[in-house]
């Protein structure tokens, strides 16, 4: 089973090929080549790879029902 978590593109390469995205204070670099996001969008990303665009408030819920309690 995979699961997609959120994160925020917050800078690109390779003319837009590669993201940066911070996911819980931690950066990455992943593939942007099946959506093309934008900077400062909130994204899904699933093995290394940005699948789908999610809204901020989206994103936090989502973020928000992974913390511990």
């Known amino acids: 089973m995979c699961l997609a978590l959120p994160a925020k593109v917050i800078e690109l390469h390779e003319n837009g090929k590669k993201a940066v995205i911070e996911q819980a ?3 990455r670099t992943v593939f942007n080549n099946v959506i093309n996001a934008k900077k400062g969008e ?3 990303v699933q ?3 940005i ?3 999610v809204s901020e408030k989206e994103a936090k819920e989502a973020l928000k029902t ?3 309690d």
């Open 42 to 44: 909130f994204v899904l």
């Open 47 to 49: 093995q290394g790879f």
């Open 66 to 68: 992974l913390e511990p």
């Open 25 to 27: 204070g931690i950066k």
């Open 51 to 53: 699948v789908e665009r």
